[in-house]
């Protein structure tokens, strides 16, 4: 327990470290939400974006996967998805007579659910438990999913018309949400003149494998988390507590993952004040109001509001 | 996290939510709420309802039709006409009621159009301030405590508008709660030492606003509608035993004038040719009882001021208001105490009497006196051959009084209505009457044979409550006043009548089946008790708090032995006390004053020391932050900061043994002692600074 990162894991870094670089050079001025990005897939959680079409959602996830070099799968949620083009469905064989399970866009490793909240309750419940459980179950078998199996959904603003916010229990499944927002003046610029960046994700040469991601995943969570960033992570929770939507024990805990997961990715053996400063609006936001701006607007009052250690 | 914000987001946040709307409705409807209960109905209406049509629309807010009704164009068409409105209903616009109407109608405007928080804030200060106007209607309990609420609503939808996060209702109402609680002493201690102005703050130039009392003219049946009035008239705190009941004349207005009907004041005694003070000389009179007293008058619109008769000064509203704010009063040649000025707000005034029944004029009675119309004729005749079998005036009253009393004339307040001739009416034919109508009666007769006589309106009698009497307008009396041997002589032909009218008060005269007012009537119902009580808990309210004045003021300085003090003693004095309640309030809690580990001390020191260097901490900061800004701002001690951040974020969260942890520590405890030297340093060198700047100013 607690030991701290060896000395050999250093070029494991390195890697991590190329890993965020060359996905910088897809998504200009985004290191900020690149390096999230990077950290909720470390620590085994889902990641949510909400924003505008045309900002670069897709190019992020597509980026990722090439990066790491995993296969991913698009999904596009409409108002008309049923769960069986989630998942998968049974279909009769006439030459066997039996049911052969079709894979669904969920066997996958990298999944971008794009456009989330445009489909009714039962599909994105199906998608949902998928996240969860990490299988799916259908006809009594059951079939598990990738271990690395990451999604990337995207929701738009829950103002648009047509869309069916998720719920609060829903939204606890994601472990963070970002928005991406528009590019600087300065990057959008230097975009504008190079032209759309998809062209190259094609060339894009996996940095990592399966087998380092999991790698990373245990050696972030074997970093040290010392009492005094626990009692400032309890200070938090309780400071939430005081206003209608708290935080709950499943969202301390996956607070402390992401710490962890996003002090690793700095290079740090422990995690400090600072970190848990860095990751808490991204976790707590959506947690807190159900939307990503307003809660990240909510989650940094709530830091402002207590004393950081 | 800046990064997440847009520019369109820090916008948004400057708009209202939805829950501040709410907030805000409540905190208005109940500012509103005290005046509805004297506005005109249309406008409590008009006022309040915009801001629940708003309320309604914030929750609703796709009605289109609503939006453009509500939008700030419309709010400024709204409130220009209501301001028209409310000049034709009250035909002026500059006095108390037209422009609390419009500050009413403006508050549900200026809610209409709010968007941002400055419209928040506005109306916070709006709500304020029509909350204050309330006290110019009426300064009671009952309006002190309706403003609790409003009060309290104010501070929770302050506190909701500051939020960062959304907290729940019982947190904010028990945050403002507790502002709201620690605050109190304070205003208290302000409310009795900060130094007052002589006179209330509230008077405005008067509305006209009808009160009930006596007026200036008397027909015989008014005072009987007077008399089913509960309203207080005064209230009055003797110094010693009160006297008899009997003996309460309390005098009023004088008339004389009389048209055949009516009786009204003279109107040329009333403008001038008066005898003002240095009363006493007349009243010489030694072997009276004299009587001190304090009366506490409720507005009624008129100059008067009451007192038992007969007066032997003039009433005092205390020695620092003289010159300042006083009711000049003067006495009349009839006895009459006026003001300067009509009573629109609560006076209390200091008198003394003497218990007599008659006074020396200095002037003899003058013609009015004597006037009689043609009118009852029936009447004079009779006095004539009355007054024929006596021979003194004295002689012939007491026959009057005794004719009252031995002829079935019987005591009533529901009189049969008089006719062209009232007197000769009431006295042969109804034979029925109240007060007016005897008195009318008695110095009609006594004029009749050319004795000089005249009413005299006021109350008789007042109810003790404890320690002090409250009179009622259903105390309201009229009584006589005959000129003989060179005396104003008082006869009250009620009391031939009625005797127990003026021994037991009102209930007691009535026959059995007759109108009382509720609170005249004798017995001890639960009823009357619960409403002396009540009205006890107002006196003091009036006494101690609204009446609180520069001169209880100075009382209380002289109670507490500094007898004048200057006003920069007293600012000490209140600064002193408040700061020191503000420091029990905000004495460190017990959390706070638990044991602190070595790492805590050493880590209050650090943020000290960067306090007195300028930095301080903010503070959600962390540590690094805290360091990293330290060492940019201080930059010639930036190694020495950044080694002493170091050895904290080591401390707190870097997995290290103990023992490492302890050598840190050693180190720690060096660098906080060579960052403590600094900050000294710098603090000599400020004050040697500033000394030098102060010299060279003053050389210079």
């Known amino acids: 327990m607690n030991q701290p990162v060896l000395r050999a894991e250093i070029s494991q870094l390195a890697e991590l470290s190329n890993v965020v670089a060359q996905l910088e050079t897809i998504l200009l001025g985004k290191r900020q939400q690149i390096e999230l990005a990077v950290a909720c897939l470390i620590a085994n959680g889902h990641l949510l974006i909400e924003d505008v079409p045309g900002v670069g959602k897709t190019t992020l996830a597509q980026g990722l996967s090439a990066t790491l070099g995993l296969p991913w799968n698009r999904l596009q949620f409409t108002s008309d998805l049923l769960p069986a083009d989630v998942i998968g469905v049974s279909v009769f064989n006439t030459s066997t007579h039996s049911f052969d399970f079709k894979q669904g866009p969920v066997f996958t490793s990298v999944l971008l659910a794009d456009e989330i909240n445009r489909a009714p309750p039962k599909a994105q419940s199906a998608l949902l438990e998928a996240m969860e459980e990490r299988q799916v179950s259908l006809d009594g078998e059951t079939y598990k999913l990738d271990d690395e199996f990451f999604v990337i959904a995207t929701q738009n603003p829950t103002d648009q018309l047509g869309a069916y916010p998720l719920p609060e229990s829903q939204l606890d499944r994601f472990l963070v949400s970002i928005a991406l927002g528009y590019p600087d003046s300065d990057e959008e610029r230097t975009l504008l003149k190079s032209g759309d960046r998809r062209q190259s994700i094609q060339s894009l040469e996996p940095v990592a494998g399966p087998l380092q991601i999991k790698h990373w995943s245990q050696a972030a969570a074997r970093l040290h988390v010392s009492d005094t960033v626990i009692d400032y992570i309890q200070a938090l929770l309780n400071e939430s507590r005081l206003g209608d939507n708290g935080l709950s024990p499943r969202a301390g805990l996956s607070l402390v993952r992401l710490c962890k997961a996003f002090a690793y990715l700095n290079g740090q053996d422990h995690v400090t004040a600072d970190d848990v400063q860095h990751v808490f609006p991204a976790l707590a936001g959506h947690r807190l109001t159900g939307q990503v701006k307003s809660g990240a607007i909510a989650a940094q009052a709530l830091l402002n509001n207590v004393t950081a250690p | 996290m800046i990064g997440f914000l847009s520019k369109k987001q820090i916008k948004t946040r400057t708009e209202l939510r939805a829950r501040s709307f709410d907030a805000m409705a409540v905190m208005i409807l109940l500012a509103q709420l005290p005046h509805v209960f004297h506005l005109p109905i249309w406008i409590s209406v008009f006022g309040a309802g915009v801001v629940a049509i708003k309320w309604w629309n914030v929750h609703h807010p796709n009605n289109l039709k609503l939006n453009w009704v509500l939008s700030s164009r419309a709010a400024v068409v709204l409130g220009l006409l209501g301001g028209v409105l409310i000049k034709l209903h009250f035909g002026y616009f500059i006095g108390r009621d037209p422009c609390v109407a419009f500050l009413f109608l403006l508050l549900g405007c200026k809610f209409a159009e709010a968007r941002r928080q400055s419209d928040a804030t506005t109306l916070m200060c709006l709500s304020g301030f029509l909350l204050l106007t309330q006290y110019l209607y009426s300064q009671s309990i009952l309006s002190a405590l309706l403003t609790i609420p409003a009060v309290m609503s104010l501070g929770v939808a302050l506190s909701i508008l500051n939020e960062h996060s959304t907290r729940s209702l019982s947190n904010h109402a028990r945050l403002v709660g507790r502002l709201l609680i620690q605050g109190a002493p304070i205003a208290a201690l302000l409310f009795i030492v900060f130094p007052r102005l002589p006179g209330p703050l509230w008077s405005l130039p008067e509305d006209a606003t009808a009160t009930t009392g006596l007026s ?485």
């Open chain 2, 216 to 700: 200036d003219s008397m027909s015989p049946g008014e005072i009987g509608n007077l008399s089913q009035s509960d309203e207080v008239a005064f209230r009055v705190d003797f110094e010693g035993t009160p006297p008899d009941a009997r003996d309460l004349y309390w005098r009023g207005p004088v008339m004389s004038n009389f048209d055949g009907s009516n009786w009204s004041i003279n109107k040329l005694q009333a403008d001038g040719a008066i005898e003002t003070s240095n009363t006493t000389a007349d009243l010489g009179n030694d072997n009276s009882k004299s009587i001190s007293y304090t009366v506490t008058l409720q507005p009624h619109n008129k100059k008067w001021l009451f007192a038992l008769e007969q007066a032997s000064s003039l009433p005092s509203t205390g020695e620092s208001n003289a010159g300042k704010f006083s009711l000049n009063p003067e006495i009349r040649a009839d006895k009459q105490i006026l003001s300067n000025k009509p009573i629109t707000n609560i006076v209390q005034y200091k008198q003394s009497s003497l218990m007599l029944d008659r006074y020396t004029p200095s002037t003899r009675p003058s013609a009015i006196d004597l006037i009689l119309t043609g009118k009852n004729s029936r009447t004079a005749a009779f006095a004539d051959k009355l007054f024929s079998k006596h021979e003194t005036p004295m002689a012939f009253a007491m026959a009057v009084l005794s004719w009252f009393n031995t002829q079935p004339y019987s005591y009533t307040l529901q009189p049969t209505l008089l006719g062209d001739s009232p007197i000769d009416e009431f006295m042969f034919d109804t034979q029925n009457g109240f007060c007016g109508h005897y008195a009318s009666a008695f110095v009609v007769m006594m004029r009749a044979v050319g004795i000089p006589a005249r009413i005299v309106t006021g109350y008789q009698g007042g109810e003790m409550n404890d320690d002090y009497m409250i009179v009622r307008q259903s105390e309201a009396h009229a009584w006589a006043e005959v000129f003989i041997d060179g005396q104003w002589i008082r006869f009250d032909p009620t009391a031939a009548v009625a005797p127990s009218r003026v021994d037991y008060g009102l209930a007691a005269s009535l026959p059995e089946g007759e109108p009382v007012p509720r609170l005249a009537r004798a017995g001890n119902g639960w009823i009357k008790r619960a409403s002396l009580r009540w009205d006890r808990v107002n006196h003091g309210w009036q006494r101690m708090v609204v009446d609180f004045n520069n001169e209880s003021q100075s009382k209380f300085w002289k109670k507490l032995g500094a007898p004048n003090p200057q006003l920069w003693q007293i600012t000490i004095a209140l600064l002193a006390l408040a700061a020191a309640w503000c420091m029990w309030v905000l004495r460190p809690s017990r959390s706070a004053m638990a044991p602190v580990t070595e790492d805590q001390k050493f880590w209050r020191a650090y943020s000290q020391y960067l306090d007195k260097l300028g930095v301080s901490r903010l503070p959600a900061e962390t540590g690094a932050q805290l360091t990293k800004r330290a060492s940019i701002e201080l930059s010639e001690h930036s190694e020495l900061i950044a080694r002493i951040g170091l050895a904290f974020s080591k401390i707190k969260f870097e997995p290290i043994s103990n023992k490492r942890k302890s050598a840190i520590r050693v180190q720690l405890k060096r660098d906080l002692k060579k960052l403590a030297s600094i900050a000294r340093r710098a603090k000599t060198q400020q004050i040697a600074l500033q000394t030098l700047q102060g010299k060279s100013s003053a050389t210079s």
